[in-house]
């Protein structure tokens, strides 16, 4: 296996910037209670939907679809992955606090009380929804402004 090695001539500049990830999504075999548990939780973050098909999926997002629930496009079973995660980044350490005591109090599951990880690492709280996806929120650094 040949090692991955940065090209520094073609690496992007800070200003050109961006996520790889364009949204992440989560399957659900009940779109009605996970809206309503998703609902509360973005609440915090204070964005709400921008696109919903109906019996089929909900995205969360400032303008764009950031986060979506869905049920599977083949009509299986939504079913948890073993190691997969979404993570999403908070404003401040308090954000952490609020979004994972809203998501308890919604009906998930605590898998990580807020605090911080590691001597310089982020602060963190784990949950699961009420389907079993494992949701990390996170804020690395100082509050933003």
Avoid: W
């Avoid at 309503?36 to 098909?53: E, P, W």
């Amino acid at each position: 296996m040949n090692a991955i090695t940065p090209n520094h001539e073609t690496a992007a500049r800070p200003a050109d910037l961006r996520a790889v990830i364009g949204h992440a999504v989560v399957g659900t075999n009940d779109l009605e209670a996970a809206s309503r548990f998703y609902d509360r939780v973005f609440a915090v973050f204070g964005i709400g939907r921008v696109l919903v098909q109906p019996g089929r999926a909900i995205y969360y997002g400032h303008r764009v679809p950031e986060f979506g629930i869905t049920r599977p496009f083949d009509g299986q079973p939504a079913a948890i992955g073993n190691g997969n995660m979404v993570a999403l980044e908070a404003r401040s350490r308090a954000q952490v606090d609020e979004i994972h005591a809203t998501a308890l109090a919604a009906g998930g599951a605590d898998e990580g009380a807020p605090g911080p990880r590691g001597d310089n690492g982020p602060y963190c709280a784990y949950f699961r929804d009420p389907e079993g996806n494992k949701v990390l929120v996170f804020r690395h650094g100082p509050d933003a402004a």
